[in-house]
């Protein structure tokens, strides 16, 4: 659908056809607010906000608009498979309601959602944009081309030049909400005057009058057109999350991290059966970690420790492969914490030392070892130390890892082992007392230079 939603979709919708992007909207709107502004022309942004925009769309209205856009009786079928005589049931109470017929809205989470929306919008992008009361602003060098409507997804701004435009717009929006099962939120349509408007032009309409910004597609824009509203809030909360994770030693490829993993959805835990999820949250923050390893079961649960193919993967490492000689997989987070050969040995190292509380050998899986999740019961008492042990291993295994990555050292794994005992110890020696931060400490075994190799 993607590869042909460009040709009936207009160039003005930058949202889910490839080619298109945000930016295009945003310096178009910017543009042409700095135009006016420049010239001291009248203009209007109008954002339109539409009330539950996915959950409303009419199936009815879908299948008629994908009719008429020309997709194939065969292609509706296949959409049909999905969208006709279907029903969902509410869990209310822990208990399933019985099924209602659904009628409207397009599914969550399915990839095709977001392109049958930009295709049921597009007949009212199409109203919009060709309705001849409806004043845009005129493009100079473009042979008669305005500057009218912007669409990404269900967000649609408006540029207009007067009073009768901003009704017309509205009136024309809530038409086309009888017809898609669409309503406009009046309440939350915003609109931000610019140029020489009375006052008086601005009272008793219907929708809400912003006085010093607008904010667009996620980006304020403020009475000049510009965007400088927009960094006091980003610099505010790097500084806050920084200033929280400051106190952790982390490097410079750590704290970019953060800060990306705060401005992008963190991915979740794969393969974990119902309720497993709540347990890892509860462990990632266990009372009985001190913060350096609450830390590192945080990144390690969040897929974001800062291995190479994560780094990779994130335009920050220019390889993605496990720096252990010969081992050539890539270096995820499960790899160096446990799939890793070099992982086996420190586990099995682990093993032989006989730590009290280590589970055996056959119950030690991956998903017990990061996020400390297994199918069998074990009492909260013995939980706790059984975490806090596996914790100080994978502590110092990443300690290792980090020793062979920047210090070129190569720590046999019986020194691993020594030093996840020692922070073992000293963790249960402040015992009570868990925000202490555990002193790290390399065992006396003797440590091998690795051959020097190239900046990762
Ligand atoms: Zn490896």
Known sequence: MSVVLGDVIHPDQTCGIPGRKITDSLVLIRDTICYARDRNIRLIVLNLDFEKAFDRVSHQYLFRVLQKMGFPERYLEWVGLLYRDISSKFMVNGQLTKAVDLHCGVRQGCPLSALLYVTCIEPLAQVLRRDKWITGVGIPGSGGEHAKCFLYMDDINILCTDL??????????????????????????????????????????????????????????????????????VLGKVRQRLGYWGLRG??????????????????????????????VWRNVNHPALPNRLRDLSWMTAHEILPVRSVMHSRGMGANPTCPRQGCGAHETVRHVLWECTAAGDQWAMAGSLQFPYLPAGEVLTAQLVLYGVSP?????????????????????????????????????????????????????????????????????????????????
Not at 252 to 272: D, F, Y
């Open 250 to 279: 982390l490097t410079m490829e750590g704290k970019v991290l953060i800060i990306k993993a705060e401005r992008e959805p963190v991915s979740p835990v794969r393969g974990l059966a119902i309720g497993e999820p709540t347990t």
């Open 164 to 233: 009768s435009s901003l009704d017309r717009a509205l009136n024309l929006t809530d038409d086309y909400g009888l017809a898609s099962g669409s309503k406009l939120n009046r309440g939350k349509t915003q609109a931000l005057f610019y140029g020489p408007w009375a006052e008086t032009d601005k009272t008793g309409l219907p929708l809400t009058i912003n006085t010093t910004d607008i904010k667009i597609l996620g980006v304020k824009f403020d009475r000049e057109g510009e965007g400088t509203k927009n960094w006091p809030d």
């Open 376 to 456: 069998k019961k074990v009492p909260p008492a013995l939980f706790q130390k059984q975490w806090l042990t596996l914790s100080a291993i994978k502590d110092a295994i990443w300690t290792s890892r980090n020793l062979l990555v920047r210090k070129r050292m190569l720590i046999p794994p019986v020194a691993v082992i020594r030093m996840a005992a020692a922070t073992l110890k000293v963790v249960v020696a402040a015992g009570g007392r868990p925000r202490t931060q555990p002193q790290r400490s390399l065992a006396s075994v003797p440590i091998r230079t690795w051959e020097p190799e190239p900046h990762n």
